[in-house]
């Protein structure tokens, strides 16, 4: 699992075998792979989607009950991160039930923690998807299964960071990365050092933030996986670079689209990146800035990415702070705060409160 390049150099001698003589039997297994390679490794994801889909029809069929669970899971995952929301919930929801049939407490744990990260959220519903990954830990630890530790334990500190508790946050994440570093989970890992790069961020620890963002990098780069998370990332990283009046930021990287992201949920969170950037390396860009961030906002709202549309909002009040359009200034924090309130993201509503006061 998260193998996708070893995986598909496993079963390429038999593909075509298997296809010629119509071995219906073993197409579940080979969909299933060479639509999670398709998808975490390529990034073809029409292409992906068709195996994965395909995979799912065919198991249902042949009524192969592990092939279900893991071309529903992975087709959940998919769905969610090409913000099809309730479609990817649905098949998320079917893994559950197939591992809740069986009685696999380890299994239930770990597609509790993808539905409360890929469903809950990256679509905003942040109270719901704390409460699913607390079950995640809690099932974890019953089983006792350092796998399902790795995830749970992961996924809570997003969930956490959703929150808006970010010490909290932390601990769960460093918590679920050492389980990892000790499973050599890369994958996951490099999603623990990604929010852990949001966190220190966040917090104002710039060159922690940069440590744990080339981290991410790295991993995700080791395991031949996720290439626009690992921009995403990189994004990141210059974001912290310009925070700590680093010199080695170079405009022409970032205008040239040299960190390339290709899953939908990362079109409004890359643009908040580079309105970001833009709004701090000088004076001079402010224009830029503001632009992108009114793109973000625009590719959030559509997207359904509502979390993120609250970050939006918050970024643009800052930036026309700066500009001294205090009223409309008030207007996007009142916007972003109410965002908050309604993921119940506690902890960002206290801290966008106090800024309301301050103004």
Request: hydrophobic share 35%.
């Amino acid at each position: 699992m998260y193998y996708f390049i070893e995986a598909k150099e496993a079963i390429e001698p038999i593909i075509d075998l298997a296809i010629n003589s119509n071995y219906k039997k073993k197409f579940p297994q080979i969909y299933t792979i060479m639509g999670t390679y398709k998808y975490w490794v390529e990034e073809d994801f029409p292409t992906a989607i068709k195996y994965l889909e395909d995979a799912f029809k065919i198991s249902q069929e042949l009524n192969n009950v592990v092939s279900l669970f893991f071309s529903s899971g992975w087709l959940g995952i998919a769905l969610s991160n090409n913000c099809e929301f309730e479609k990817g919930l649905y098949y998320l929801n079917k893994t559950i039930e197939i591992n809740v049939a069986a009685d696999n407490v380890s299994g239930i744990s770990t597609m509790k923690s993808c539905a409360s990260i890929y469903y809950c959220h990256l679509s905003g519903k942040i109270d719901q998807g704390f409460q699913t990954s607390y079950e995640a830990i809690q099932l974890a630890e019953e089983s006792g299964d350092i796998f399902s530790k790795a995830i749970a334990y992961t996924s809570h500190g997003i969930s956490f960071y959703g929150k808006g508790f970010l010490e909290k946050a932390r601990e769960f994440i460093l918590k679920g990365a050492d389980f990892c570093e000790k499973i050599n989970l890369l994958q996951w890992n490099g999603f623990a050092q990604f929010y852990l790069g949001e966190i220190y961020f966040d917090i104002g620890e710039y060159q922690k933030s940069e440590e744990h963002y080339s981290k991410s990098i790295k991993l995700f780069e080791q395991n031949k996986s996720s290439p626009s998370t690992a921009n995403l990332a990189k994004l990141g990283l210059v974001r912290t670079k310009v925070m700590n009046d680093e010199k080695d930021v170079y405009l022409n990287a970032i205008y040239n689209d040299e960190y390339d992201c290709n899953y939908k949920i990362h079109d409004g969170w890359k643009a908040r990146y580079l309105s970001e950037i833009l709004l701090n390396i000088d004076d001079q860009h402010i224009f830029d800035s503001e632009e992108w961030i009114k793109k973000a906002i625009a590719e959030d709202r559509k997207n359904g990415m509502i979390f993120h549309l609250g970050k939006d909002y918050a970024l643009y009040s800052f930036l026309l702070n700066r500009k001294d359009e205090l009223s409309r200034s008030k207007e996007y924090l009142c916007k972003a705060t109410e965002i908050f309130k309604e993921c119940r993201a506690d902890g960002w509503v206290d801290k966008k409160e106090k800024e309301l006061a301050q103004l």
